[in-house]
């Protein structure tokens, strides 16, 4: 029977007991689903092992390492539903437990004990090791009587000895008639390393007699399976009498190997191998010959039919970097001029670049101190008053430390130069951090400069451009500096208001370098590197210079800008650039840039506080009238929205004009 509910009267109010599913709300509903009761310890019982044995037995049939084995156990466990379902979790973390091929430079497997997402097997409970040591009697695959010896030696159950040379003997048995290579190769490493550890010495010849087996019969083209074996070969065996016989066989093996593996990798892990087989002295032509080995397969992979030319610019590089730091240096001569070969073109290199309208307002608030005061002299003593273009030091350390993620995060950065040339690979968390902050840098420096060049023209409209002697003189009297670095800083702004930027830049470089060897002069600190035996006596380069000054107190945020605008590999390199003769052509904001970095080190005298000298650096100006902050809005929204745009992956980085050549 059937009983219909009345409907509810449209004019009747709801009751809030009641509600239809049509009109419940989802929110209201209590969707929370009960989490599984867990599942209890498991409790050994003599039923199981049969019904244990079989399962155990189907898992282990073929070659498998690590989580494969769970399935393996729940696919034979879904023929039987009534399993204690403890019993199920038991056999399932037997069967995915792990082998781990050593790392490069070391030899053997590892049993992955794990601890975190599996159990300890050294913190089990006695009813799972019950388990385990019955099992372990009862079981026919090889497979999974290594696995269970294997968590009885971990626990440290009964005779290890025993155990350890059973697990041996069945690891080795496992691979019998299998040509899953790595899995073999595992399983085979695995036995050697039980062997050597408990010093089951004839097992381990046992296994070192299938290793010398299965090198022949590996491809060189899976270098993953075959070299961890050689590496056993080359490891001194327990038996003496065994030792020149298989340092023999992995030479030649390895021998034949150089020719063939040219990946940079393979041929230094090889290479490696090669010389352990090495002892003593009279070795050292032998070394040598190794090493000229390694350089030729690296070589190799420059030559590969069909290779981009992006490609083989990384493998030159490569190959270079060897040659240079074992002292091949005819090898080294005709490698760098294959590198230098390639032409830019052919690298296939993007430019990404980004833009961002600004409100007018905004910059043209920045631009009324170049015009509205009485004198040219206000406007540019505003300019050199003002602070580090690329803001705070701790701020862009901030921004870039959020690290990088993705694929981007396993890559190292490599930064190219001119015509493409690889200049430097980061290849630490800090150097990507110093890079990101240049990145960030920049961003904000092409915002800054390009105010900084349009106030400075409008300087020269609303005054007319200041006479050559008028700017020495306002340099030399208002700030105290240098005559010599106050006219060639006076003739550089002339240049600047002339058009001729890049003579302005070319002119005033080599002087900020001299105001800053100047300045330490001044401050006592003695750099002059004197000759010693053929060494030529000198003062050292404009980076020993800015990070002398760094260390006596320069503001951070202007070391920081001014190692960027001059410095390489990191930022901008003006300095070297200019000097061998790659820029020839800038932008007015980049110009202006440089003018104010230059004027900073150049302006910049020493004063006396109690009996040592300190530095004296030009203050910025104090805050203008007005509204307040809108210069600082105005770098962080061009900046943030010009940041957000960036692509991190530049292959060529937005710089001043190069010279194709």
């Not at 007699?209 to 056993?232: F, K, M, T």
């Not at 000229?292 to 270079?320: E, F, K, M, N």
């Not at 930064?415 to 920049?442: I, W």
């Not at 900084?452 to 300087?459: I, S």
Request: glycine letters at 6%; charged letters at 25%.
């Amino acid at each position: 029977m059937t009983v219909a509910s009345p409907e509810p009267d449209a004019d009747e109010p709801d009751d809030g007991d009641s509600a239809s599913l049509a009109s419940a709300d989802p929110e209201g509903v209590d969707t929370e689903v009960p989490e599984p009761a867990p599942i209890p310890a498991y409790v050994f019982d003599d039923a199981h092992l049969p019904i244990a044995t079989d399962i155990l037995d189907a898992a282990f049939t073929d070659l498998h390492l690590g989580p494969v084995g769970w399935g393996l156990v729940e696919q034979a466990a879904a023929k039987r539903p009534d399993l204690d379902p403890t019993l199920v979790r038991e056999l399932s973390l037997i069967a995915s437990r792990d082998l781990r091929l050593a790392r490069r430079g070391e030899v053997g497997c590892e049993f992955w004990l794990d601890g975190k997402w599996l159990p300890d097997p050294r913190n089990v409970s006695t009813d799972v090791v019950s388990l385990w040591v019955a099992c372990a009697e009862s079981v026919t695959s090889t497979g999974a009587r290594a696995r269970l010896e294997e968590l009885l030696i971990a626990r440290r159950e009964g005779n290890v000895g025993q155990r350890a040379r059973t697990a041996a003997a069945s690891y080795l048995a496992t691979v019998i008639g299998k040509d899953d290579e790595l899995t073999l190769t595992i399983q085979l490493s695995r036995a050697w390393t039980i062997a050597r550890k408990y010093s089951v010495t004839d097992v381990e010849d046992q296994v070192l007699d299938e290793i010398l087996i299965r090198v022949e019969s590996i491809s060189p083209a899976h270098p993953g399976s075959l070299l961890p074996l050689v590496a056993i070969l080359c490891h001194k065996p327990s038996s003496s009498a065994r030792a020149e016989d298989l340092r023999t066989a992995a030479d030649k093996l390895l021998t034949r190997l150089a020719k063939v593996l040219t990946r940079d990798h393979l041929a230094a892990e090889v290479a490696d191998l090669r010389l352990s087989l090495l002892h003593g002295p009279d070795a050292d032509e032998a070394r040598l010959q190794i090493r000229r080995d390694q350089l030729t397969a690296l070589r190799l992979a420059t030559t590969v039919a069909g290779l981009h030319p992006a490609v083989r610019q990384h493998h030159l590089a490569i190959a270079a970097e060897f040659a240079t730091r074992h002292n091949f240096k005819t090898e080294l001569r005709q490698i760098r001029a294959e590198l230098e070969s390639i032409p830019v073109e052919d690298l296939g290199l993007i430019r990404f670049s980004q833009s961002v309208p600004i409100p007018r307002q905004m910059p043209e608030y920045e631009l009324q101190p170049f015009t509205r005061g009485h004198l040219w002299q206000d406007a540019l003593g505003y300019f050199l008053h003002t602070g580090p273009p690329t803001g705070s030091v701790d701020d862009l350390r901030a921004r870039a430390s959020s690290g990088r993620s993705g694929l981007l995060s396993i890559l190292p950065t490599q930064l190219l130069g001119h015509g493409g040339l690889p200049r430097v690979t980061l290849a630490t968390e800090e150097a990507e951090v110093e890079h990101r902050m240049s990145e960030h840098a920049k961003v904000i420096a092409q915002t800054v400069g390009s105010c900084y060049a349009e106030g400075l023209m409008r300087l020269a409209d609303r005054y007319g451009t200041p006479t050559l002697d008028d700017l020495q003189t306002y340099f030399v009297q208002q700030y105290k500096c240098n005559p010599a670095g106050a006219f060639i800083l006076a003739k550089a702004y002339r240049m600047f208001w002339n058009g001729d930027y890049i003579d302005a830049v070319h002119l005033v470089i080599p002087a900020a370098e001299a105001a800053a060897r100047r300045l330490l002069r001044m401050l006592d600190e003695g750099i002059y590197k004197v000759a010693v035996g053929n060494s030529v006596g000198e003062y050292p380069g404009f980076r020993v210079l800015l990070e002398e000054l760094d260390t006596l107190a320069l503001d951070p945020s202007w070391s920081w800008f001014l190692k960027w605008i001059f410095l390489g590999p990191i930022g901008l390199n003006l300095r070297n650039d200019v000097a061998h003769g790659f820029i020839v052509g800038i932008d007015p904001a980049y110009a202006a840039l440089v003018l104010r970095a230059a004027s900073l080190l150049i302006t910049t005298t020493t004063t006396i506080d109690g009996e040592r000298p300190i530095i004296s650096v030009p203050s910025p100006p104090a805050p203008r009238p007005g509204i307040r902050g809108v210069g600082d809005r105005l770098i962080r929204t061009a900046s943030s929205a010009l940041l957000r745009g960036h692509v991190r992956l530049e292959a060529i980085r937005r710089r001043p004009t190069q010279d194709p050549a």
